[in-house]
């Protein structure tokens, strides 16, 4: 069952990252953006370990992002020497617009199925709702 739905989560979110292509923005530079959109400011090194790359391959994601308008950096209050990443008002723009195309284009798909279909898809995503909740996920 866990391969399956490792399988099946895979082929989903490839499928539905062709809607990003639209934005004009890569898929590490969007999921980037995510984190400061919805977890807030962060410095390059938190920003770095959320996404699980190294300081110097953040620093070329945000200097792209930051080239797009979609962030700025500011001095940090406490730290002079460090920056501290933001995402602008045209970045969490860009962000909300992908994910809506992005559950459209998944909406779409689902529409081909029967309601009893829909019943049984809704009754998984629910379980694996409280399965991600039981251990901490997001």
Same mark, same amino acid.
């Given at each position: ?37 919805? =977890?807030? *400011? ?12 190294? +300081? +110097? ?6 200097? /792209? ?9 500011? *001095?940090? *209050?406490?730290?002079?020497? /460090? ?5 602008? *008002? ?7 617009? =992908? ?15 029967? +309601?009893?279909?829909? /019943? ?5 995503? =629910? ?12």
């Amino acid at each position: 069952m866990a391969d399956r739905l490792h399988s099946a989560a895979l082929h989903l979110l490839r499928r539905l990252r062709i809607e990003d292509e639209t934005l004009g923005i890569s898929a590490p530079r969007l999921s980037a953006l995510s984190v400061l959109v919805f =977890g807030g *400011p962060r410095r390059i090194g938190e920003l770095a370990d959320a996404e699980q790359v190294e +300081p +110097p391959t953040m620093t070329r994601l945000v200097d /792209a992002l930051e080239r797009g308008g979609y962030v700025t950096r500011t *001095p940090d *209050p406490d730290d002079r020497r /460090a920056v501290v990443i933001r995402a602008t *008002p045209s970045g969490a723009r860009a962000l909300k617009k =992908g994910r809506s195309q992005r559950v459209e284009a998944l909406a779409t798909q689902l529409r081909s199925l029967t +309601p009893d279909q829909l /019943a049984i898809l809704a009754s998984g995503v =629910g379980v694996l709702e409280e399965v991600i909740a039981s251990r901490g996920g997001s």
